[in-house]
């Protein structure tokens, strides 16, 4: 099992910065693509960044520009920098990762984090 820990929302005002991380735990032999998810109140659950064990990366038109994803593979450990916030980035933030456990099986478990709240004031 991996255990996945979201740390780092807050309330911050418009134009302001955090940093997310996500630190994943538990039995790991290996990590493939970690995420970031946002859902705000009333709507669904959407794609913020992604990024590959390679660290590779993809946006959501929305973070373009403002958000930058990054990993630390040796501490199992993705980051959200956010900058520029918005109210309209005001959610509830997740991390999810693709992993495995098992060093002899090709299967690939999606875990997620129970989330940090982000709250962005005008």
């Known amino acids: 099992q991996v255990q996945l820990v979201e740390s780092g929302g807050g309330l911050v005002q418009a134009g302001g910065s955090l940093r997310l991380s996500c630190a994943a735990s538990?039995?790991?032999?290996?990590?493939?693509?970690m995420r970031w998810f946002r859902q705000a109140p009333g709507k669904q659950r959407e794609l913020v960044a992604g990024i590959t064990s390679g660290g590779s990366t993809n946006y959501a038109d929305s973070a373009k520009a403002r958000f930058t994803i990054s990993r630390d593979n040796a501490k199992n450990t993705v980051y959200l920098q956010m900058n520029s916030l918005k109210p309209e980035d005001t959610a509830v933030y997740y991390c999810?990762?693709?992993?495995?456990?098992?060093?002899?099986?090709?299967?690939?478990?999606?875990?997620w984090g129970q989330g940090t709240q982000v709250t962005v004031s005008s």
């Open positions: 538990g039995s790991i032999f290996s990590i493939n693509a």
């Open positions: 999810n990762a693709d992993a495995k456990s098992d060093p002899t099986s090709s299967v690939l478990y999606r875990y």
